[in-house]
Nanobody
């Protein structure tokens, strides 16, 4: 029933910006947390940021603090990830994921996943 669809990825130069969107459908998300993960080739999938649907509390990994902003629009069932000052190290497939309850860093604990959107930062 629950589906997540990411969009907004693309090719950007170092120092540029992108705005990713994750549209959720098929359920009510009051008790959920929504997270952005990313995975580069040959590397583990890692959490980037997370937000609680009900209260809007946020979490950021240290390597994106001050550059990325996660936000939500409950009326549109959409979570956003604004990415500024992009680096080549940010190149990865970015995934939207949902978990029932508080966020957690472990990707294996999430209940729903989108298909991913490619972000490529040129060096």
């Amino acid at each position: 029933q629950v589906q997540l669809v990411e969009s907004g990825g693309g090719l950007v130069q170092t120092g540029g910006s992108l705005n990713l969107s994750c549209v959720a459908s098929g359920g009510t998300f009051t008790t959920y947390s929504i997270a952005w993960f990313r995975q580069a080739p040959g590397k583990v999938r890692e959490i980037v940021a997370a937000i609680s649907w009900r209260g809007g509390s946020t979490h950021y990994e240290d390597y994106v603090k001050g550059r990325f902003t996660i936000s939500r629009d409950n009326a549109k069932n959409t979570v956003y990830l604004r990415m500024n000052s992009l680096k080549s190290e940010d190149t990865a497939v970015y995934y939207c994921a949902a978990i029932i309850g508080p966020y957690i860093d472990d990707a294996g604990e999430y209940d729903y996943w989108g298909q991913g959107t490619q972000v490529t930062v040129s060096s």
